[in-house]
């Protein structure tokens, strides 16, 4: 049974950190691209961060780009979001993400709330 499953959301103050987790399972994990969205104020989720396979390198949306980090441990099949200097407009549920680099299949998690607050 394959399951992603989030955790580290919670409520901080702006210009505060927050470190998300995603425990991956079920999966060949060094097999899939594992990402971070958020749902953000439209219809579909928007990309936050993404690692490939092989610790490629990683991408960010421009709006977190110097702020957020995404990386991957392989051995413990668990993806991370180090998110730092946080703001209020980083306000959102966030979830995992993770696509078969050759399967193409794709997973997700059921999302952590995150919440930027003074």
């Known amino acids: 049974q394959v399951q992603l499953v989030e955790s580290g959301g919670g409520l901080v103050q702006p210009g505060g950190s927050l470190r998300l987790s995603c425990a991956a399972s079920?999966?060949?994990?060094?097999?899939?691209?594992m990402s971070w969205y958020r749902q953000g104020p439209g219809p579909e989720r928007e990309l936050v961060a993404r690692v490939p396979i092989f610790d490629g390198k990683p991408t960010y949306a421009d709006s977190v780009k110097g702020r957020f980090t995404i990386f991957r441990d392989n051995n413990k099949n668990t993806v991370y979001l180090q998110m730092d200097d946080l703001k209020a407009e980083d306000t959102d549920v966030y979830y995992c993400h993770a696509r078969g680099d050759i399967s193409s299949i794709a997973y997700w998690g059921q999302g952590t709330q995150v919440t930027v607050s003074s």
């Open positions: 079920g999966f060949i994990f060094k097999a899939y691209t």
